[in-house]
């Protein structure tokens, strides 16, 4: 995953979590992915720990050269807040199915899942910016 994307959705997240947390506080202050994982994790915040496992995982097997495509990693965002998501979910229902970024994003914005819809607003913004 490449940096700009961890970064866009460390900033997703952050937005969601309590001032007083640590995890908090280590995003506020530029901490390793490391540090930021093991205090979410610790706090309960397990969609984030999830995350920044899965990135640290990735810039193991591949080094920290490799540069992933967006929209890999943005499927790759999406499944793991998928397994969060009750079966109830209409935004899980959305997922499942394989519809488009922009119905989930309204789908989750619905639901309260604000850090799934900013993540995919601005993969959808990127993708509009990026070259064909």
């Known amino acids: 995953m490449e940096m700009k994307n961890i970064d866009h959705l460390l900033r997703s997240f952050r937005?969601?979590?309590?001032?007083?947390s640590r995890t908090a506080a280590a995003l506020d202050r530029g901490a390793r992915l490391e540090e930021i994982s093991e205090l979410a994790e610790e706090e309960g915040f397990h969609q984030l720990a999830s995350v920044l496992f899965e990135a640290e995982q990735e810039a193991l097997?591949?080094?920290?050269?490799?540069?992933e495509d967006q929209a890999v990693a943005t499927d790759e965002f999406i499944q793991i807040i998928r397994q969060e998501l009750p079966d109830s979910s209409k935004t899980a229902a959305a997922i499942d199915r394989g519809a488009t970024w922009e119905e989930i994003s309204e789908l989750a914005e619905?639901?309260?899942?604000?850090?799934?819809a900013s993540a995919l607003?601005?993969?959808e913004q990127e993708q509009l910016r990026s070259p064909a």
Not at 15 to 20: Q, V, W
Not at 110 to 116: D, F, K, M, N, T
Request: aromatic share 4%.
């Open 15 to 20: 937005g969601d979590l309590p001032d007083g």
């Open 61 to 67: 097997r591949e080094g920290s050269a490799a540069v």
């Open 110 to 116: 619905a639901e309260g899942l604000h850090q799934l």
């Open 121 to 123: 607003f601005e993969a």
